[in-house]
Protein backbone atom coordinates (compact mmCIF):
# COMPACT_ATOMS: atom_id res chain seq x y z
CA UNK A 1 0.00 0.00 0.00
CA UNK A 2 0.95 3.62 -1.05
CA UNK A 3 1.86 5.73 1.96
CA UNK A 4 -1.36 7.71 0.72
CA UNK A 5 -3.18 5.02 1.08
CA UNK A 6 -1.78 3.97 4.44
CA UNK A 7 -2.84 7.40 6.03
CA UNK A 8 -6.32 7.01 4.72
CA UNK A 9 -6.84 4.09 6.37
CA UNK A 10 -9.30 4.27 8.94
CA UNK A 11 -8.15 4.64 12.57
CA UNK A 12 -10.46 2.78 15.30
CA UNK A 13 -9.57 2.32 18.70
CA UNK A 14 -7.18 -0.58 20.14
CA UNK A 15 -9.29 -3.65 21.69
CA UNK A 16 -5.66 -5.07 22.77
CA UNK A 17 -3.70 -1.51 23.47
CA UNK A 18 -4.20 1.01 26.55
CA UNK A 19 -6.92 3.47 25.93
CA UNK A 20 -5.81 6.37 23.55
CA UNK A 21 -4.47 3.78 21.18
CA UNK A 22 -5.80 3.57 17.52
CA UNK A 23 -4.88 0.41 15.48
CA UNK A 24 -3.65 0.99 12.02
CA UNK A 25 -3.21 -1.18 8.75
CA UNK A 26 0.18 -0.37 8.29
CA UNK A 27 3.74 -1.93 7.22
CA UNK A 28 7.25 -1.75 9.63
CA UNK A 29 8.42 1.43 7.64
CA UNK A 30 5.09 3.38 7.84
CA UNK A 31 5.14 2.13 11.80
CA UNK A 32 8.97 4.03 11.83
CA UNK A 33 7.47 6.82 10.33
CA UNK A 34 4.80 7.39 12.45
CA UNK A 35 7.64 6.93 15.50
CA UNK A 36 9.05 10.41 14.16
CA UNK A 37 5.76 11.90 14.06
CA UNK A 38 4.80 11.16 17.40
CA UNK A 39 8.42 11.46 18.91
CA UNK A 40 8.61 15.21 17.19
CA UNK A 41 11.85 14.67 15.53
CA UNK A 42 13.40 17.95 14.42
CA UNK A 43 15.79 17.14 11.67
CA UNK A 44 15.19 14.06 9.07
CA UNK A 45 16.99 13.58 6.16
CA UNK A 46 16.74 11.51 3.57
CA UNK A 47 18.16 9.63 -0.06
CA UNK A 48 16.05 6.66 -1.91
CA UNK A 49 17.85 3.56 -1.32
CA UNK A 50 14.87 0.64 -1.50
CA UNK A 51 13.92 -1.19 1.04
CA UNK A 52 14.44 1.54 3.26
CA UNK A 53 13.16 4.69 0.92
CA UNK A 54 9.45 3.88 2.07
CA UNK A 55 9.80 5.76 5.50
CA UNK A 56 10.75 8.62 3.54
CA UNK A 57 7.53 8.25 1.66
CA UNK A 58 5.46 8.43 4.43
CA UNK A 59 7.25 10.85 6.53
CA UNK A 60 6.60 13.46 3.04
CA UNK A 61 3.26 12.19 3.32
CA UNK A 62 2.63 13.23 6.46
CA UNK A 63 4.64 16.67 6.21
CA UNK A 64 2.34 17.37 3.17
CA UNK A 65 -0.58 16.65 5.05
CA UNK A 66 -0.23 18.56 7.82
CA UNK A 67 0.23 16.30 10.43
CA UNK A 68 4.04 16.50 11.01
CA UNK A 69 6.32 19.39 10.74
CA UNK A 70 10.26 18.89 10.88
CA UNK A 71 13.26 20.11 8.47
CA UNK A 72 13.01 17.22 5.93
CA UNK A 73 16.21 17.96 3.95
CA UNK A 74 16.50 15.53 0.50
CA UNK A 75 20.44 14.96 0.75
CA UNK A 76 22.52 14.50 -2.83
CA UNK A 77 24.06 10.92 -1.16
CA UNK A 78 23.74 8.67 1.47
CA UNK A 79 26.80 9.88 3.20
CA UNK A 80 25.61 13.21 3.32
CA UNK A 81 22.09 12.70 4.74
CA UNK A 82 23.86 11.01 7.47
CA UNK A 83 26.22 14.21 7.58
CA UNK A 84 23.44 16.69 7.98
CA UNK A 85 21.81 14.75 10.49
CA UNK A 86 25.12 14.36 13.06
CA UNK A 87 25.33 17.81 13.02
CA UNK A 88 21.85 18.51 13.90
CA UNK A 89 22.39 16.41 16.91
CA UNK A 90 25.03 18.25 18.41
CA UNK A 91 22.90 21.59 18.34
CA UNK A 92 20.41 19.86 20.12
CA UNK A 93 18.23 18.28 17.48
CA UNK A 94 16.33 15.31 17.30
CA UNK A 95 16.72 13.42 14.16
CA UNK A 96 16.22 10.79 12.33
CA UNK A 97 17.91 9.06 9.42
CA UNK A 98 18.28 5.85 7.60
CA UNK A 99 19.45 3.61 4.58
CA UNK A 100 20.10 0.18 3.29
CA UNK A 101 22.37 -2.17 1.93
CA UNK A 102 25.31 -0.48 0.36
CA UNK A 103 24.43 2.89 0.95
CA UNK A 104 24.45 2.22 4.82
CA UNK A 105 28.30 1.80 3.46
CA UNK A 106 28.59 4.78 1.65
CA UNK A 107 27.53 6.59 5.16
CA UNK A 108 30.10 5.01 6.74
CA UNK A 109 32.61 7.74 7.92
CA UNK A 110 29.95 9.28 8.92
CA UNK A 111 28.77 6.48 10.71
CA UNK A 112 31.31 5.83 12.45
CA UNK A 113 31.85 9.41 13.62
CA UNK A 114 28.71 9.79 15.15
CA UNK A 115 29.29 7.29 17.71
CA UNK A 116 32.73 8.54 18.27
CA UNK A 117 31.46 12.02 19.10
CA UNK A 118 28.43 10.56 21.37
CA UNK A 119 25.40 11.60 19.28
CA UNK A 120 22.35 9.87 20.14
CA UNK A 121 20.98 9.36 16.30
CA UNK A 122 18.36 7.03 15.42
CA UNK A 123 18.31 5.41 12.54
CA UNK A 124 16.15 2.34 10.67
CA UNK A 125 18.09 -0.13 8.23
CA UNK A 126 16.15 -1.85 5.57
CA UNK A 127 18.67 -4.91 5.80
CA UNK A 128 19.38 -5.88 1.94
CA UNK A 129 22.17 -7.39 0.28
CA UNK A 130 25.28 -6.22 -0.12
CA UNK A 131 26.31 -5.36 -4.02
CA UNK A 132 27.75 -7.18 -6.01
CA UNK A 133 25.86 -8.88 -7.45
CA UNK A 134 22.82 -6.25 -6.94
CA UNK A 135 19.67 -7.62 -5.07
CA UNK A 136 17.13 -5.76 -2.77
CA UNK A 137 16.52 -9.23 -0.32
CA UNK A 138 17.25 -9.06 3.29
CA UNK A 139 20.46 -9.90 4.32
CA UNK A 140 21.96 -8.73 7.79
CA UNK A 141 25.41 -7.82 6.77
CA UNK A 142 24.95 -4.21 6.03
CA UNK A 143 23.59 -3.23 9.85
CA UNK A 144 26.43 -5.57 11.52
CA UNK A 145 29.08 -3.80 10.00
CA UNK A 146 28.51 -0.90 12.95
CA UNK A 147 29.07 -3.69 15.42
CA UNK A 148 32.30 -2.80 17.06
CA UNK A 149 32.17 1.27 16.29
CA UNK A 150 29.89 1.78 19.40
CA UNK A 151 26.31 1.99 17.42
CA UNK A 152 23.59 0.14 19.39
CA UNK A 153 21.71 -2.40 17.38
CA UNK A 154 18.32 -3.87 17.80
CA UNK A 155 16.41 -6.20 15.33
CA UNK A 156 12.36 -6.37 15.25
CA UNK A 157 10.05 -9.46 13.95
CA UNK A 158 7.06 -7.34 13.92
CA UNK A 159 5.36 -3.58 12.55
CA UNK A 160 4.45 -3.16 15.68
CA UNK A 161 7.61 -4.14 17.47
CA UNK A 162 9.38 -1.66 15.03
CA UNK A 163 7.16 0.75 16.12
CA UNK A 164 7.85 -0.11 19.90
CA UNK A 165 11.15 -0.53 19.94
CA UNK A 166 12.19 2.62 17.74
CA UNK A 167 10.33 4.72 20.83
CA UNK A 168 12.25 3.13 23.27
CA UNK A 169 15.41 3.50 21.21
CA UNK A 170 15.08 7.64 21.44
CA UNK A 171 14.54 7.19 25.13
CA UNK A 172 17.93 5.08 25.33
CA UNK A 173 20.06 6.64 23.22
CA UNK A 174 19.08 10.08 24.16
CA UNK A 175 19.77 9.30 28.30
CA UNK A 176 22.59 11.48 29.14
CA UNK A 177 24.11 8.12 30.36
CA UNK A 178 24.22 6.61 26.91
CA UNK A 179 24.48 9.03 24.40
CA UNK A 180 25.39 6.97 21.47
CA UNK A 181 23.25 6.50 18.53
CA UNK A 182 21.25 3.44 17.91
CA UNK A 183 20.19 1.50 14.78
CA UNK A 184 16.67 -0.40 14.23
CA UNK A 185 16.92 -3.21 11.48
CA UNK A 186 14.32 -3.99 9.67
CA UNK A 187 14.17 -7.30 7.31
CA UNK A 188 13.81 -5.90 3.82
CA UNK A 189 10.54 -6.69 2.02
CA UNK A 190 9.70 -8.94 4.56
CA UNK A 191 8.52 -5.98 7.26
CA UNK A 192 9.47 -3.09 5.51
CA UNK A 193 6.75 -3.66 3.02
CA UNK A 194 4.48 -5.93 5.03
CA UNK A 195 1.58 -4.54 6.58
CA UNK A 196 -0.11 -5.81 9.82
CA UNK A 197 -2.71 -3.54 12.61
CA UNK A 198 -0.27 -2.14 14.70
CA UNK A 199 -1.27 -0.34 17.82
CA UNK A 200 -0.57 3.44 17.26
CA UNK A 201 -0.04 5.14 20.30
CA UNK A 202 -1.46 8.80 21.13
CA UNK A 203 0.72 11.88 21.17
CA UNK A 204 -0.20 11.99 25.09
CA UNK A 205 0.92 8.31 25.53
CA UNK A 206 4.63 8.89 24.00
CA UNK A 207 4.80 12.69 25.33
CA UNK A 208 4.70 10.69 29.35
CA UNK A 209 6.89 8.14 27.97
CA UNK A 210 9.61 10.06 25.88
CA UNK A 211 11.56 13.39 27.48
CA UNK A 212 12.73 16.00 25.48
CA UNK A 213 16.01 15.57 23.73
CA UNK A 214 18.83 17.90 25.82
CA UNK A 215 22.33 17.71 25.79
CA UNK A 216 22.86 20.03 28.27
CA UNK A 217 26.77 21.35 28.77
CA UNK A 218 27.74 18.94 25.60
CA UNK A 219 25.32 21.04 23.66
CA UNK A 220 26.89 22.79 20.54
CA UNK A 221 26.13 26.71 20.70
CA UNK A 222 27.76 30.24 20.57
CA UNK A 223 27.02 30.90 24.26
CA UNK A 224 28.66 27.38 25.17
CA UNK A 225 31.76 26.96 23.42
CA UNK A 226 32.93 23.51 22.64
CA UNK A 227 34.96 21.47 20.39
CA UNK A 228 33.37 19.15 18.45
CA UNK A 229 34.99 16.66 16.51
CA UNK A 230 38.68 17.31 17.78
CA UNK A 231 41.76 15.93 16.44
CA UNK A 232 42.59 14.02 19.04
CA UNK A 233 46.31 12.56 18.97
CA UNK A 234 47.89 9.16 21.30
CA UNK A 235 47.71 11.11 24.14
CA UNK A 236 44.24 11.61 24.80
CA UNK A 237 42.49 8.84 22.09
CA UNK A 238 42.49 6.03 24.72
CA UNK A 239 40.81 7.51 27.12
CA UNK A 240 38.53 8.48 24.77
CA UNK A 241 37.99 4.90 23.89
CA UNK A 242 37.14 4.15 27.06
CA UNK A 243 34.48 6.46 27.89
CA UNK A 244 32.49 5.03 24.71
CA UNK A 245 32.93 1.63 26.37
CA UNK A 246 32.05 2.80 29.70
CA UNK A 247 28.87 4.46 27.79
CA UNK A 248 28.15 0.89 25.97
CA UNK A 249 28.17 -1.09 29.69
CA UNK A 250 25.68 2.09 30.66
CA UNK A 251 23.17 1.44 28.00
CA UNK A 252 22.20 -2.20 29.43
CA UNK A 253 20.59 -0.93 32.17
CA UNK A 254 18.92 1.93 30.60
CA UNK A 255 17.56 -0.17 27.98
CA UNK A 256 16.50 -2.47 31.12
CA UNK A 257 14.50 0.73 32.54
CA UNK A 258 13.31 1.90 29.25
CA UNK A 259 11.57 -1.55 28.68
CA UNK A 260 10.13 -1.72 32.44
CA UNK A 261 9.02 2.02 31.98
CA UNK A 262 7.64 1.54 28.60
CA UNK A 263 5.57 -2.16 29.73
CA UNK A 264 4.14 -0.37 32.52
CA UNK A 265 2.97 2.45 30.29
CA UNK A 266 1.94 0.46 26.96
CA UNK A 267 1.20 -3.13 28.43
CA UNK A 268 3.42 -4.27 26.35
CA UNK A 269 7.18 -4.66 25.44
CA UNK A 270 8.76 -8.12 27.04
CA UNK A 271 11.54 -9.14 28.04
CA UNK A 272 13.90 -6.53 26.54
CA UNK A 273 16.99 -8.44 25.03
CA UNK A 274 15.67 -11.48 24.02
CA UNK A 275 12.50 -13.29 23.06
CA UNK A 276 11.74 -17.28 24.45
CA UNK A 277 9.33 -19.31 22.81
CA UNK A 278 8.59 -22.93 24.28
CA UNK A 279 12.07 -22.92 26.12
CA UNK A 280 10.87 -23.97 29.28
CA UNK A 281 11.69 -27.46 29.50
CA UNK A 282 13.68 -27.13 25.67
CA UNK A 283 16.46 -29.73 25.06
CA UNK A 284 17.27 -28.33 21.21
CA UNK A 285 17.05 -24.48 20.53
CA UNK A 286 17.09 -22.45 17.42
CA UNK A 287 18.62 -19.18 17.87
CA UNK A 288 18.03 -16.36 15.10
CA UNK A 289 17.04 -12.46 14.33
CA UNK A 290 14.24 -10.75 13.20
CA UNK A 291 11.76 -11.87 10.61
CA UNK A 292 12.57 -15.38 11.13
CA UNK A 293 10.79 -15.66 14.55
CA UNK A 294 7.82 -16.60 11.84
CA UNK A 295 8.89 -19.41 9.98
CA UNK A 296 10.59 -20.99 13.02
CA UNK A 297 7.85 -20.29 15.76
CA UNK A 298 5.42 -22.42 13.20
CA UNK A 299 8.13 -25.34 12.58
CA UNK A 300 8.72 -25.47 16.89
CA UNK A 301 4.92 -25.59 16.95
CA UNK A 302 4.49 -28.66 14.39
CA UNK A 303 7.44 -30.29 15.85
CA UNK A 304 5.92 -30.11 19.72
CA UNK A 305 3.26 -31.87 17.98
CA UNK A 306 5.25 -34.46 17.42
CA UNK A 307 6.53 -34.61 21.04
CA UNK A 308 10.45 -33.04 20.31
CA UNK A 309 11.11 -30.66 23.30
CA UNK A 310 12.55 -27.46 20.88
CA UNK A 311 12.44 -23.86 21.79
CA UNK A 312 13.02 -20.89 20.18
CA UNK A 313 15.45 -18.08 21.19
CA UNK A 314 15.16 -14.62 19.17
CA UNK A 315 17.82 -12.39 19.72
CA UNK A 316 16.16 -8.42 19.69
CA UNK A 317 19.15 -6.62 20.67
CA UNK A 318 23.36 -7.66 18.73
CA UNK A 319 24.89 -4.25 21.05
CA UNK A 320 24.54 -4.27 23.49
CA UNK A 321 24.76 -8.25 22.97
CA UNK A 322 22.60 -9.90 25.73
CA UNK A 323 25.54 -12.57 26.86
CA UNK A 324 23.34 -12.68 30.03
CA UNK A 325 19.95 -13.74 29.01
CA UNK A 326 21.58 -16.26 26.12
CA UNK A 327 23.46 -18.11 29.22
CA UNK A 328 19.90 -18.25 31.11
CA UNK A 329 17.76 -19.38 27.97
CA UNK A 330 20.54 -21.50 26.36
CA UNK A 331 22.54 -22.96 29.48
CA UNK A 332 20.34 -26.14 29.68
CA UNK A 333 19.95 -27.39 26.32
CA UNK A 334 21.85 -29.61 25.05
CA UNK A 335 22.61 -28.34 21.47
CA UNK A 336 21.71 -25.09 19.87
CA UNK A 337 21.14 -24.43 15.86
CA UNK A 338 21.59 -20.65 14.73
CA UNK A 339 20.47 -19.58 12.03
CA UNK A 340 22.40 -17.12 10.60
CA UNK A 341 20.95 -14.31 8.16
CA UNK A 342 24.88 -13.30 7.38
CA UNK A 343 28.01 -14.43 6.76
CA UNK A 344 31.89 -13.61 8.36
CA UNK A 345 33.72 -15.20 5.08
CA UNK A 346 37.17 -16.46 6.76
CA UNK A 347 35.58 -16.38 10.24
CA UNK A 348 35.72 -19.39 13.03
CA UNK A 349 34.10 -22.64 11.46
CA UNK A 350 33.20 -20.40 8.49
CA UNK A 351 30.06 -19.44 10.44
CA UNK A 352 28.09 -16.42 10.63
CA UNK A 353 28.25 -13.36 12.56
CA UNK A 354 25.64 -14.39 15.04
CA UNK A 355 27.17 -17.95 15.70
CA UNK A 356 30.42 -16.79 16.52
CA UNK A 357 29.28 -13.92 19.12
CA UNK A 358 26.75 -16.54 20.45
CA UNK A 359 29.93 -19.19 20.61
CA UNK A 360 31.80 -16.70 22.55
CA UNK A 361 28.60 -15.86 25.15
CA UNK A 362 27.99 -19.49 26.02
CA UNK A 363 32.18 -20.30 26.43
CA UNK A 364 32.30 -19.91 29.78
CA UNK A 365 29.50 -21.96 30.83
CA UNK A 366 30.57 -25.18 32.37
CA UNK A 367 27.87 -27.26 30.98
CA UNK A 368 27.62 -25.48 27.20
CA UNK A 369 25.39 -26.90 25.15
CA UNK A 370 26.69 -28.07 21.30
CA UNK A 371 26.30 -25.99 18.89
CA UNK A 372 25.51 -25.99 15.35
CA UNK A 373 26.16 -23.03 12.80
CA UNK A 374 23.74 -22.64 9.76
CA UNK A 375 23.68 -20.02 7.14
CA UNK A 376 20.05 -19.11 5.70
CA UNK A 377 17.60 -16.78 3.97
CA UNK A 378 20.59 -14.88 2.23
CA UNK A 379 19.03 -12.10 -0.51
CA UNK A 380 15.58 -12.14 0.54
CA UNK A 381 15.57 -15.95 -0.11
CA UNK A 382 12.41 -17.99 1.92
CA UNK A 383 13.75 -19.52 5.00
CA UNK A 384 10.54 -21.91 5.05
CA UNK A 385 8.92 -24.46 7.98
CA UNK A 386 10.49 -27.12 6.47
CA UNK A 387 14.23 -25.56 6.39
CA UNK A 388 13.58 -24.93 10.09
CA UNK A 389 12.80 -28.61 10.65
CA UNK A 390 15.73 -29.80 9.10
CA UNK A 391 18.21 -27.18 10.92
CA UNK A 392 16.43 -28.57 14.39
CA UNK A 393 17.13 -32.12 13.03
CA UNK A 394 20.59 -31.26 12.69
CA UNK A 395 20.24 -29.83 16.34
CA UNK A 396 18.98 -33.40 17.59
CA UNK A 397 21.20 -35.17 15.84
CA UNK A 398 24.62 -33.31 17.18
CA UNK A 399 22.72 -33.92 20.59
CA UNK A 400 22.80 -37.16 20.24
CA UNK A 401 26.51 -37.81 19.17
CA UNK A 402 25.75 -38.03 15.92
CA UNK A 403 27.45 -37.21 12.24
CA UNK A 404 26.43 -33.40 12.21
CA UNK A 405 29.61 -31.72 13.22
CA UNK A 406 30.17 -28.30 15.38
CA UNK A 407 33.34 -27.54 13.38
CA UNK A 408 30.82 -27.20 10.35
CA UNK A 409 28.92 -24.27 8.68
CA UNK A 410 25.66 -25.64 6.80
CA UNK A 411 23.99 -23.53 4.32
CA UNK A 412 20.92 -24.30 4.06
CA UNK A 413 18.60 -24.47 0.73
CA UNK A 414 21.44 -23.85 -1.73
CA UNK A 415 21.06 -25.15 -5.20
CA UNK A 416 23.77 -27.91 -5.86
Same mark, same amino acid.
Request: proline share 5%.
Given at each position: ???????????????????????????????????????????????????????????????????????????????????????????????????????????????????????????????? +??????????????????????????????????????????? *????????????????????????????????????? $????????????????????????????????????????????????????????????????????????????????????????????????????????????? $??????????????????????????????????? =??????????????????????????????? =? +?????????? +??????????????????? *???
Amino acid at each position: MSPAKATAVKRVEATGGPSGETEELISGSEAIAHVCRLADVDVITAYPIRPYDTVMQCVSQMISNGDFDCEFIVAESEHSQFEIVKHASAVGARVFCGSSGVGWFYAFEALAVTAGLRLPMVAMVGNR +ALDDPGAFGVEHNDALAVRDLGWMLAWVSTAQEALDTALIAYR *VAEDPRVFLPCAISCDGAFLTHSQAIVNVPSQEMVDG $FLPPYDRAEKQLHPDNPITIAPQANEDWLMEMRRQNDMAARRARDVIIEAYEDFGAKFGRGGEPFIERYMMEDAEVALVGMGTLAMPVKVAVRKMREQGKKVGFTRVRW $FRPFPTQELQDALGGTKAVAVIDRDYSFGSTFYSG =TLTNELRSALYPLESRPKIVSTIAGLGGREV =T +ADNVIEIAGM +AFDVAEGGDVSEEDTYWIG *VRE
